[in-house]
């Protein structure tokens, strides 16, 4: 699906595997928009523990910078909507949530190398037209 899309299925523990195990490009949109879909509203609790999200940091620290990426996008296309259905305020809440689970755990090394590497560096500047 689009950015503004959302998956009917959630994320699974077999999805959290996934984020250990492998690489998970950005372009893949199914894949993260898991995250925010309906069913996964509840799964964000038990997925996205602080235990697994220090994995994370150790093991993928770039899906966990993808996942951080890929929300805030998200919530970005999100707050241009003139009016947003009910499912788009809850796609809201949930990545709130996601943000807010990340954060704590991110925020428990502030100076370590994620921090540093990942959400502290320069990205690179849009293309001009």
């Given at each position: 699906p689009a950015m503004g899309g959302s998956s009917s299925t959630g994320i699974t523990v077999e999805d959290g595997r996934l984020l250990l195990d492998s690489h998970i490009p950005r372009n893949n949109?199914?894949?993260?928009?898991?995250f925010w879909g309906k069913a996964a509203r509840l799964d964000i609790w038990l997925i996205l523990d602080p235990q697994f999200l220090r994995a994370l940091i150790e093991r993928r620290p770039e899906?966990?910078?993808?996942l951080i990426l890929m929300v805030v996008r998200h919530l970005e296309f999100l707050v241009q909507s003139d009016a947003l259905t009910s499912n788009q305020r809850q796609e809201i809440v949930a990545c709130v949530r996601?943000?807010?689970?990340?954060?704590?755990?991110?925020?428990e090394?502030?100076?370590g190398d994620f921090s540093m590497s990942y959400l502290w560096k320069?990205?690179?500047s849009p293309p001009k037209d």
């Open positions: 949109t199914q894949f993260w928009s898991k899906n966990l910078y993808t996601i943000l807010t689970r990340c954060i704590q755990v991110v925020n090394d502030a100076d320069l990205l690179p």
